[in-house]
């Protein structure tokens, strides 16, 4: 059993930063792939980017490439979001979710095992 755990979300004004952290516990992480999905109002849940579980590949959604980062420390059993230039339509509740490693790269939210329970994102004007 892995428990996940996002922090770091927050309300920032548009062109602004932010950094999701999910830390997992219970097992590690090192043998799952760990993937970021948001979640707006009234919508579905939406991929966001995955990286592998030993970091060296990562896959991103149109619609955050070139701004977000994924990033993991095994060490630390955390895997990081870096949010750059955020705009309103990023706001969102965001969710981290492991998926076993020979997964591959997972867009949807029934390819993973485990999730974590959110931090909102709000991006204002």
């Known amino acids: 059993q892995v428990q996940l755990v996002e922090s770091g979300g927050g309300l920032v004004q548009a062109g602004g930063s932010l950094r999701l952290s999910c830390a997992a516990s219970?097992?590690?992480?090192?043998?799952?792939?760990i993937g970021w999905f948001r979640q707006a109002p009234g919508k579905e849940r939406e991929y966001v980017a995955i990286?592998?579980?030993?970091?060296?590949?990562?896959n991103y959604a149109d619609s955050v490439k070139g701004r977000f980062t994924i990033s993991r420390d095994n060490a630390k059993n955390t895997v990081y979001l870096q949010m750059n230039s955020l705009k309103p339509e990023d706001t969102a509740a965001y969710y981290c979710?492991?998926?076993?490693?020979?997964?591959?790269?997972?867009?949807?939210?029934?390819?993973?095992?485990?999730w974590g329970q959110g931090t909102q994102v709000t991006v204002s004007s």
């Open positions: 979710a492991a998926s076993k490693m020979n997964t591959g790269v997972a867009g949807q939210p029934w390819q993973y095992d485990y």
């Open positions: 219970g097992r590690t992480i090192s043998r799952y792939n």
């Open positions: 990286i592998m579980w030993s970091g060296a590949s990562t």
